[in-house]
């Protein structure tokens, strides 16, 4: 029989978080739909509320169902994903935040399409989107088996219900609204677990967590140490390449703060996990005989459930509503950030820079609502219907670690060693080595044994994983250098050059080097825009290209662009090309006196970048 107290809980919590994610949306303001405003809040999230937001990327549903099952089933020392996502935080805030929100950028996308082009990014894309959309998908599924087990709601009313909430507010606040309720969540996340704690503790089935005859801290064996570092490694380095985390990133008012905002989230994602912790700590030291639930968790299949079975068979009703209530905004919390991210990608890095790349603003604010609709949509669908959605997420975080993690690393920190041809190369090789590997979760049997395999349980012990990302990273670096020499010692014809990334590159692509000795240097308006670029770039839009009504003195009415150190820079090298391809010549004093007269016939100087383009 269905619960009523429970389900008036549930309602009640829900209508405070639509109420807090429509609130939330206005604070954009009427007329302000914009890229930025809606997939980044106009970058401006506040410190109090980017501290919330950013420890909400890792801290989920799935996190804390997650780590209490691990300590349940495996023990404390198997318990990766808290240390594991605490310092992907902190690593990405080192090496990828700064640098990141310096450039400019909208998406985790667009570095990689700046680097090599629209529709290798498109192929990047796939393995983000299935990451985000079966991440939604397996969290909402596990929402709707909590409430089942707490207040017998239906299952699929659940996730329905629970769908519909999160992608009405996302689809009216974007950014706004996720990180708004976000706070919301994690206040509840947070005090609905500890309330939860000294109940279960207390209760007459709970034995003490110092019995050493119950084993809940675990040990690693002597052969399962390479496994244990590989997980490691992916759960720290795997953890960077996701949307998610770069949609904070991105949104914070500058890198700095971008770097502290990560930081910090790296300490509240680490502290989040021990009620989690200590809730799958009872459910090891429990005789569950002694409960209604009359059986073993594990003995019918149920360890995934623990901390809900806890909330509702260890804790009086009133006490296990708020527990549910924590687990419910756990699973908002992440369902939203991860709808938002995949639409944002779809419609910036998708729609507007492969298929429509005149698209006007409110276009591309239009396709993304659309495209929020038909993930959240999707997702639900997965989550009703497949039944092995952990198995393929699993599947798609490893991807994003093997595929996404090198190329995100090279075009950030070693942009010019690496160019399409490698990039192609490094993603089918990463995805073959991948698969190779199997999935037991999907029922893929290994096509490629690696050292130390188990034939008999079908395991890698071998740290296949982050085998396949360094031979991912190698492949990427060794396939440009490779085509870099081939095109420029003449090898290959540069007519080969079929993406346009080495030799054969249109010319609004070049890059201004310095001139050789008797050339002049040539400037687009784009390569103006790179060398005139701001420290840090808002949607990488220099206000310096624009037709300004102000001089460099500030006068206005002049319609003179600033003199920054690159036009002057181009000045002074063009004159030194100029004085360098011609040898000096003495000039008559009557020849000088005429040139002097001629003086006032010379072309005015450029004061805008429509000027200096009509010129070129």
């Known amino acids: 029989m269905i619960n009523i107290g429970g389900v008036v809980s549930i309602v009640l919590f829900y209508i405070l978080i639509l109420a807090v994610g429509i609130w939330a949306g206005q604070k954009k303001g009427s007329g302000c739909d914009s890229e930025e405003e809606v997939m980044l809040a106009g970058r401006n999230i506040g410190m109090f509320v980017g501290i919330f937001t950013m420890t909400a990327t890792w801290v989920g549903g799935g ?13 404390l020392i198997w318990c990766q994903a808290p240390f594991g996502y605490s310092l992907s935080l902190v690593f990405g805030g080192i090496f990828f935040a700064n640098e990141m929100r310096k450039q400019g950028y909208v998406t985790m996308l667009d570095p990689l399409q700046d680097a090599f082009g629209e529709r290798m990014g498109g192929l990047l894309f ?21 409430l089942a087990v707490i207040i017998d709601m239906e299952q699929n009313t659940s996730v329905i219900v629970s769908s519909c909430i999160a992608i009405f507010y996302t689809l009216f606040g974007g950014l706004y609204s996720v990180a708004y309720t976000d706070v919301i969540q994690l206040f509840c996340i947070f005090i609905g677990l500890w309330i939860c704690i000294p109940f279960a503790l207390y209760h007459p089935a709970v034995g003490s967590l110092l019995n050493t005859d119950i084993d809940w801290i675990g040990h690693v064996k002597g052969y399962e140490w390479w496994q244990y570092i590989d997980t490691g490694l992916l759960l720290v380095f795997g953890g960077i390449p996701w949307q998610v985390y770069f949609q904070r990133v991105l949104s914070s008012k500058s890198a700095f703060r971008a770097q502290i905002l990560s930081y ?37 299949n149920a360890s995934g459930m623990v901390l809900p079975l806890v909330m509702n068979h260890l804790t009086p009703d009133i006490i296990s509503f708020f527990g549910l209530g924590a687990v419910s905004a756990a699973v908002m919390s992440s369902a939203d950030s991860s709808v938002l991210s995949a639409s944002s990608m779809f419609a910036r890095n998708i729609y507007r820079l492969i298929f429509r ?23 639900t669908i997965m989550a009703l219907t ?11 975080s490893d991807l994003v670690y093997v595929i996404l993690f090198p190329q995100l690393l090279m075009v950030v920190h070693f942009r ?40 008999e349980t079908q395991t890698q012990y071998f740290p296949f994983r982050t085998f396949c990302m360094l031979l991912s990273l190698a492949t990427l670096a060794g396939v440009s250098k490779l085509t870099d020499w081939l095109f420029h010692s003449g090898t290959l014809h540069p007519k080969y050059d079929y993406f346009h990334c080495v030799v054969n590159i249109p010319e609004d692509r070049l890059q201004v080097h310095e001139p050789h000795e008797g050339e002049m240097t040539v400037m687009t308006a ?65 020849q000088q006196s005429q040139s002097e007269d001629e003086s006032d016939k010379r072309p005015t100087p450029i004061k805008s970048v429509k000027q200096y383009q009509t010129q070129l």
Not at 70 to 75: H, L, M, P, V
Request: charged share 10%; glycine share 8%.
């Open 264 to 300: 910090v989230a790296a300490v509240g994602c680490f502290c989040m996990a021990i009620p989690p912790v200590l809730i799958g700590a009872i459910a090891k030291v429990t005789d569950w005989n002694n409960t209604n639930f009359k059986h073993d968790p594990a003995s019918v």
């Open 63 to 75: 996190y804390i169902n997650g780590t209490a099952e691990s300590i349940y089933t495996t023990g």
């Open 357 to 379: 790349q005149r698209a006007s603003e409110m276009e591309i604010i239009w396709v993304m609502r659309i495209s929020i609709f038909v993930v959240g949509a999707l997702a």
């Open 126 to 146: 796939l393995p983000a989107l299935c990451g985000e959309v079966f991440w939604a998908a397996g969290i909402l599924a596990a929402l709707g088996a909590t």
């Open 386 to 396: 497949i039944p092995s959605i952990y198995g393929l997420w699993t599947m798609c």
């Open 416 to 455: 010019h060693y690496c160019n399409t041809y490698g990039s192609l190369a490094a993603y089918m090789i990463a995805f073959l080595f991948r698969l190779g590997g199997g999935e037991p979760q999907l029922y893929l049997t290994p096509f490629i044994k690696y050292p130390y395999y188990d034939p």
């Open 526 to 590: 784009s390569m103006v825009a790179k060398y005139c670029a701001m420290e840090e770039m808002n949607g990488r839009i220099n206000p310096a290209l624009s037709d300004s009504d102000e001089d460099s003195n500030g006068k206005p009415g002049t319609g003179t662009a600033p003199i920054t150190p690159a036009t002057t820079a181009l000045s002074q090298s063009s004159k030194t090309a100029s004085s360098k391809s011609r040898p000096p010549q003495s000039v008559p004093q009557s």
